[in-house]
């Protein structure tokens, strides 16, 4: 049944360039070339289509056909929101919070896929969560642990949004109240679906 999603993303150039010397020049284009090969090989089992770094022919695909699954985007900035909402079921996302999805994810992805006939993406957010007694340890620990996403643009971009210092400020961490008010604030905003990364500092 349709119960897998299928969540690609960009990367970052350090890796994408650093580990696999692939140019990070083009990302978005990229992309979009991807989701041209991608997409209609898993729904119409056969490809048809030449770019500048992706490019397929495949008359047809064997085997039994199978309910194709749902793809969604690692989209956080507006090339890559509109092309989730254009052509995918949604925007998967790490570090932005209930301000930033509201704001500027939810708004761009709707339009989109309002815009191209499809239904309201989903939207999946995650963040690190910890119910605990011990509140300035665990984000101590996650900002320790995270400190590496201060200084990747996308993700800058959305904890600027949020005016957050850093990922533990957009993190869940607290007393059993305050995340579940936390969780709340994300779904009032937008958030269709939620990816709890769990820090645990004892049982």
């Not at 990070?24 to 991807?34: G, Q, R, S």
């Not at 047809?60 to 749902?70: A, F, K, L, R």
């Not at 254009?86 to 925007?91: I, L, M, N, P």
């Amino acid at each position: 049944g349709p119960r897998l999603v299928l969540g690609i993303g960009l990367a970052h150039k350090s890796s994408i360039e650093g580990t696999l010397k692939i140019p990070f020049a083009t990302p978005a284009k990229h992309m979009d070339e991807y989701l041209r090969v991608l997409l209609p090989a898993l729904t119409d089992r056969k490809v048809s289509f030449t770019g500048d770094i992706w490019s397929a022919e495949v008359d047809g695909i064997g085997g039994t056909p199978v309910e194709p699954p749902t793809v969604m985007l690692a989209a956080m900035g507006p090339r890559m929101l509109r092309m989730a909402g254009e052509r995918t079921a949604g925007s998967i996302l790490w570090l932005s919070g209930p301000k930033a999805i509201a704001e500027q994810i939810k708004p761009a992805l709707d339009q989109a896929a309002a815009d191209a006939g499809r239904p309201t993406p989903r939207i999946v957010a995650s963040v690190p969560v910890c119910v605990t007694s011990k509140p300035d340890e665990v984000k101590g620990m996650v900002a320790a642990l995270l400190e590496g996403y201060n200084d990747l643009p996308s993700y800058r971009g959305v904890m600027d949004a949020e005016g957050a210092g850093g990922p533990a400020d957009v993190s869940l961490i607290g007393s059993e109240d305050e995340v579940r008010a936390g969780l709340a604030a994300f779904a009032d905003a937008g958030a269709t679906d939620f990816s709890a990364l769990e820090f645990v500092i004892d049982p």
